[in-house]
């Protein structure tokens, strides 16, 4: 979730199948297998491609056995339907939902009921939800960042809500600090620790000992918080 020099790049290998490549300012390869089933390597930016593939060879094993446990778990991944009777996540819970003739908004929530769709954008479910999920999304880390950012010692950044289906948050060199939209669906604790770990990245364009000691010095529970993110966040989606 630190700055990085490139996008990521989706290719393919003999043994891991498609996996996704990001080159950062890092000092060694790391590999994880997200709960969708995706490899994701993240290596430093000038390490070339024969290098990466030939850790994969070396790494096959682990590789293969993590793909394996993914997989038998990406049939229980949410799959929406925009019917009544489903659940979507939102703040670490999943809400009742039900499509209503004549409502006045295309999509409403509630705390005591959860969602309501008007029928007539049935149709456009998906896209009715992300743009309630982002809105939202915008208004709450607006309110984190200006909360955590005296927290972290660093001023108040520039905002951007992205489409990142595979990255929760980014800081950029000048600054600028976005998250996915998605992220509005973790619990608000998991919400606040990705808010820091981006903050952090002002001080400490890294994930050096440094890096983690600012994010510690304000959430010292953030490892507990990581690994939330880690096992479940494959699972916040619409």
């Known amino acids: 979730m630190s700055a990085r020099k490139a996008e990521g790049e989706q290719r393919m290998s003999p043994i891991a199948g498609a996996y996704v490549l990001v080159r950062s300012r890092r000092r060694s390869i790391g590999l994880e297998v997200r709960a969708d089933a995706m ?20 790494k096959a094993g682990w590789i293969e056995d993590k793909l394996a446990k993914a997989h038998s778990h990406v049939s229980l991944l949410p799959r929406h339907n925009f019917l009544t009777g489903e659940r979507f996540p939102y703040l670490g819970r999943e809400w009742p939902f039900v499509v209503l003739a004549f409502q006045k908004t295309p999509l409403t929530f509630d705390e005591k009921t959860g969602f309501s769709l008007d029928m007539a954008t049935f149709d456009r479910g998906e896209v009715v939800f992300e743009e309630w999920y982002r809105t939202r999304a915008r208004e709450l880390l ?7 950012a005296p927290l972290v010692g660093v001023s108040v950044p520039r905002l951007r809500i992205t489409g990142a ?6 800081c950029s060199t000048s600054g ?20 820091v770990h981006e903050l952090a990245h002002r001080r400490e364009m890294n994930h050096s000992a440094k890096f983690w000691a600012v994010v510690a010095s304000v959430l010292p529970d953030y490892d507990k918080r990581r690994r939330w993110l880690k096992d479940h966040g494959g699972i916040l989606t619409i």
């Open 176 to 195: 600028t600090v976005s998250f996915a939209w998605r992220l509005i669906m973790a619990p608000m604790d998991v919400i606040d620790y990705v808010v």
């Open 165 to 170: 289906e595979w990255r929760w948050g980014s």
């Open 142 to 148: 607006d309110e984190c960042v200006h909360h955590y």
């Open 39 to 58: 490899l994701v390597v993240r290596a430093p930016t000038r390490t070339p491609l024969w290098f990466v593939e030939s850790l994969l060879w070396e």
